[in-house]
């Protein structure tokens, strides 16, 4: 249980395109989502916090207009990288916060973007 | 302001041998803690975690750690490690009531056949 999936898993693009990226709870319902951000070799950066059915909170520093989350249902978040830049390439994980168990996250593979 | 500090940025243990990556956090209130771990270009699995229940906290694969708040520490253990074991280990803690997590720099873990 408590498995949350990824789409894509790696991406591609071009300096001033768009890319969305999915995250899904596949077996709970998750009424709370996060969006962490990887650089190589170092740890974790929260982004945003993505709440079911309102507006995304994001961290200090975190452009809102740049990435923008959507949480539509209690199964799926979307983060969109508006705009994308080469240095917005990084890996980017998403979390989901299980209703029932509420101080653990469970955690995506991540999607890795690389933006030319 | 909770945060967390790992004490070692690298550790490499020889196969069977004793692992300790080292912990230490700081809170105004009482948190909960985890251990996560990642593998190469994957996503973190949760190893364990503290919620203000049993001290000593017992894992998947083999991994245990025990809270002291006299120390701040939560140091993660394993008696005997394994090849599979290399990975990143993240210790984490909740930075408040919100649930949102506050991780540690993270510990690369090597192992020597």
């Known amino acids: 249980g408590a498995v949350v999936s990824q789409h894509p898993s790696w991406v591609i693009c071009k300096s001033g395109t768009s890319v969305k990226i999915e995250c899904r709870s596949l077996d709970f319902q998750a009424t709370t989502m996060f969006w962490y951000r990887q650089f190589p070799k170092q740890s974790l950066m929260l982004m945003a916090t993505?709440?079911?059915?309102?507006?995304?909170?994001?961290e200090q520093g975190v452009e809102k207009d740049k990435f923008l989350i959507n949480h539509a249902s209690l199964t799926l978040s979307t983060l969109t990288v508006t705009s994308a830049h080469p240095e917005d390439s990084s890996f980017y994980i998403c979390?989901?916060?299980?209703?029932?168990?509420?101080?653990?996250?469970?955690f995506g593979p991540g999607t890795r973007l690389l933006v030319l | 302001a909770q945060s967390v500090t790992q004490l070692d940025s690298h550790v490499s243990v020889s196969e069977g041998t004793p692992v300790l990556l080292r912990c230490n956090y700081s809170?105004?209130?009482?948190?909960?803690l985890f251990w996560y771990v990642q593998h190469p270009n994957k996503g973190l699995q949760l190893l364990l975690k503290y919620t203000s229940a049993a001290t000593l906290v017992k894992g998947i694969n083999g991994f245990e750690a025990e809270f002291k708040k006299s120390e701040t520490s939560f140091h993660l253990t394993k008696p005997s490690a394994h090849m599979s074991d290399a990975a990143e280990y993240f210790c984490?803690?909740?930075?408040?009531?919100?649930?949102?997590?506050?991780f540690g720099a993270g510990t690369t873990v090597t192992v020597r056949a």
């Open positions: 993505s709440n079911e059915g309102s507006k995304a909170t994001y």
């Open positions: 809170s105004s209130y009482s948190p909960s």
């Open positions: 979390s989901a916060r299980d209703g029932t168990n509420q101080e653990t996250q469970y």
């Open positions: 984490v803690v909740t930075r408040g009531n919100d649930y949102k997590l506050s």
